[in-house]
């Protein structure tokens, strides 16, 4: 435990370092929701058990969040709340319609080719290269909730609530950062299209050079063991985190243009 609070504290001061208006509440909900977010992962794993692998599932669901919520910005940047209908609104928002649509497309065959390539890669780890029933059965172990639930330590136990934990970081970005600055009034949709692309990249990387580290050393299903290396691990997307966050505190909020 004192460990872990010299880590916090370590990451607290670092947050300091790299984001110098922590005063803002906005901000300080985002360090903790970062901080809580990626912590929840190495309690699992050193208190309950939980395997390697679902690390590499996590930050894979994360970048499905990323995309999900890249949509509502593409959407909202059509339509663009606020602001009075004019004679391009409808045609705004059927582009926007549209090109949404196509970024599901080619971003959920992106997010699913990589899915593929986990499910094979921990199934060869295992012995198990039945793909299809593999792929439910993690859907079903790691990305629903616990049922039937008979008490909060057996949900703490479920992974699901670091997938939970996931989610809730990406959706208070979105709030704090696309919908309270009114991003929307300001960056056009198509914008959006290729956007999550290189933090994505970044994410994709990171996850298989973790992955093939782990299977070297021998860690992928006995992570509490080596608990340091997942520690690293973590701490490296933590500091891109906080890098992903400073680049949006440089963006200023703005309020629609009058149409009297």
């Known amino acids: 435990m004192h460990l872990l609070r010299?880590?916090?504290s370590l990451l607290l001061n670092f947050a300091s370092w790299v984001l110098p208006d922590t005063d803002q509440k906005n901000i300080r909900t985002t360090i903790a929701i970062v901080l809580t977010t990626n912590a929840i992962p190495i309690l699992g794993i050193y208190f309950f058990g939980w395997s390697g692998v679902f690390i590499l599932y996590l930050y894979w669901s994360e970048?499905?969040?990323?995309?999900l919520f890249n949509?509502?910005?593409?959407?909202?940047?059509?339509?663009?709340?606020?602001?009075?209908?004019?004679?391009?609104?409808l045609v705004r928002f059927a582009g926007g319609l549209f090109f949404s649509l196509f970024f599901l497309v080619h971003y959920g065959g992106f997010m699913t080719g990589h899915f593929i390539f986990l499910t094979a890669f921990s199934g060869g780890m295992t012995g198990n290269f039945d793909i299809w029933s593999r792929s439910f059965q993690i859907i079903e172990s790691y990305f629903l909730p616990p049922y039937p639930v008979h008490s909060?330590?057996?949900?703490?136990?479920?992974?699901f609530i670091a997938v939970l934990g996931i989610?809730?970081?990406?959706?208070?970005?979105?709030?704090?950062?696309?919908?309270?600055?009114?991003?929307?009034?300001?960056?056009?949709?198509?914008?959006?299209m290729m956007k999550p692309y290189?933090?994505?990249?970044?994410?994709?990387?990171?996850i298989i050079l973790g992955a093939i580290v782990m299977v070297f050393l021998g860690i992928i299903d006995k992570a509490g063991d080596n608990i340091g290396m997942v520690v690293v691990w973590i701490l490296l997307?933590?500091?891109?985190d906080f890098k992903s966050l400073k680049?949006?505190?440089?963006?200023?909020?703005i309020e629609p243009k009058s149409t009297d």
Do not use: C
């Open 6 to 8: 010299s880590l916090g």
């Open 71 to 89: 949509i509502l910005r593409m959407l909202f940047a059509a339509i663009q709340p606020g602001l009075k209908e004019d004679a391009f609104w």
């Open 152 to 159: 909060m330590i057996e949900f703490l136990d479920s992974e």
């Open 167 to 192: 989610f809730l970081s990406q959706a208070s970005e979105f709030k704090f950062y696309f919908w309270d600055k009114k991003e929307y009034l300001r960056v056009p949709f198509m914008d959006y």
């Open 198 to 206: 290189g933090r994505v990249f970044v994410m994709h990387l990171t």
């Open 247 to 253: 680049k949006n505190l440089s963006t200023k909020t």
């Open 237 to 240: 997307k933590v500091i891109y």
């Open 63 to 67: 970048s499905v969040f990323i995309g």
